[in-house]
Every structure is written in structure tokens, then in C-alpha cells.
């Protein structure tokens, strides 16, 4: 696992696959033999007695017992997903005491990253292992940033800041991409967040100042 976040939401994601994939063989299963079994074999067999007539109240039909078990199934089914569901969201809702802060600027069209000394990248650098703590914000529409291997997203809104946190757990190169759609740039909105060895990090972040960008932000500063 490349991240704390994939790590959380890998075994989620398998529960819902594997509890869908179930369902659906059940589903269709019992689809096919119902299919075969009440196939019309001509006019030999008659019309079972409650058959509904065209214009007539039917009387009391069907089968209590399988209304009562599907929807204990489907309770018992939903249980297991609402309960790892909650349990996901509680552990990303509480971030850890984060050793790296950076913030992030979405904007028409690319984002910025803003670190705790005030210098400014187009690319996210990070060290491994430690945690790094984003706080998003927009600089005009509704974003969405996301990093595609570590399986998290946050919007990006305007007067609005949103925390996401992770553990990077692999160095490496990674996408960040916008997960809204927010005008004809939105395609090109992507860039790469670059785990580094702690050491290596370090090293690079004590070299850095704000007026030294590595990569000058272009359109960050909007009219
Ligand atoms: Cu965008």
C-alpha cells in the first residue's frame, strides 16, 4: 500500500465488491431458476388459482416469510457496510498531530502549494512516513483535489478550508488530479506529488525560499 489512506479504504472498498458480487450471484441465480422452472410448457399445466386477473382485486397472495428474510438480509448486509463506512470516515475526521502542513490553492486552471515557510510549488513534495495534513482551499470556483494511488479527495471551495491528512508509506511519484469540473481547463488541472526520503526531504525544504521557487506559479495571482 502506497499510503495510510489506501490502507483505510482498500479492505472498504474489497467489502463492498465482494458483499455486491454475492448479492448478485444470489440475484441472479435465483433470476435464471425461476426463469426454468415456471417456463410456459404450453397449455398442459393450468393457471395456479391466484394468478392476478386483469381488473380484479386479488386476493391475499404471496409469501410473508421471503418478504421478512430479504429484509433482514438487506439489514444485515447494509450493517456491515454503514459500520465500515463510519468507521473510515471517524478515522479520516481525526487527524493526527501532522508534521507537515501545507496548503493548497486550487484555481482556473492548477493548483499551488503553499508550505509552512511560506514557499510556493506547483508540485507537492513530501516525506515519507510522516504525516502530512493539507488544508484546501479555492481561489474562485468549486475543485476537487485528489491524489489518484492514495485514494483520497477533498474539495477545493472557495472561503472555505477543508483538511485532508495521510501517511505517505512508499517514495515515488503520484497523481493529483481535480475531481470537479470547473471549466475548460479542468482536464489539464493535474500535477504530481513527489514522495521523498525524510532525509532527502529535508535537505530540499532547508534549501527553499520564497522568493527561490523551484517552479514560478503561473496564473495563481488572478485579477
Ligand atoms: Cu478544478
Known amino acids: ?20 458480487i454475492l448479492v448478485g450471484v444470489v440475484v441472479i441465480a435465483i433470476f435464471l431458476i425461476v426463469i426454468f422452472k415456471y417456463r410456459d410448457r404450453g397449455s398442459k399445466t393450468p393457471e395456479p388459482e391466484d394468478t392476478p386477473i386483469l381488473g380484479k382485486v386479488p386476493e391475499e ?9 430479504s429484509l433482514a438480509l438487506s439489514i444485515v448486509i447494509l450493517t456491515f457496510l454503514l459500520n465500515g463506512t463510519f468507521a473510515v470516515i471517524d478515522t479520516l475526521n481525526t487527524p493526527p498531530s501532522g508534521t ?9 486552471w492548477g493548483w499551488k502549494f503553499v508550505y509552512p515557510n511560506n514557499y510556493e510549488d506547483t508540485v507537492l513534495r513530501v516525506p515519507k512516513d510522516e504525516t502530512v495534513i493539507l488544508k484546501i482551499v479555492s481561489n474562485d470556483v468549486a475543485h476537487s483535489f485528489g491524489v489518484l494511488e492514495y485514494k483520497t479527495k477533498m ?3 472557495p472561503g472555505r478550508t477543508n483538511t485532508i491528512w495521510f501517511i505517505p ?18 482536464a489539464y488541472m493535474k500535477t504530481k ?31
Open 155 to 157: 474539495d477545493a471551495l
Open 1 to 20: 500500500m502506497v499510503s495510510s489512506t489506501s490502507e483505510i479504504f482498500q479492505p472498504l472498498f474489497d467489502l463492498f465488491v465482494w458483499l455486491g
Open 61 to 69: 397472495r404471496g409469501h410473508p416469510r421471503s418478504v421478512v428474510i
Open 193 to 223: 506529488l513527489i514522495v521523498m526520503d525524510p532525509a532527502e526531504f529535508q535537505d530540499w525544504y532547508s534549501k527553499v525560499k520564497p522568493a527561490e521557487a523551484e517552479h514560478p506559479v503561473q496564473g495563481a495571482s488572478r485579477p
Open 100 to 108: 507537515l502542513n501545507v496548503q493548497v490553492n486550487g484555481f482556473q
Open 169 to 186: 508509506k512508499d517514495t515515488g511519484e503520484y497523481n493529483i488530479v481535480c475531481f470537479e469540473f470547473c471549466g475548460v481547463g479542468h
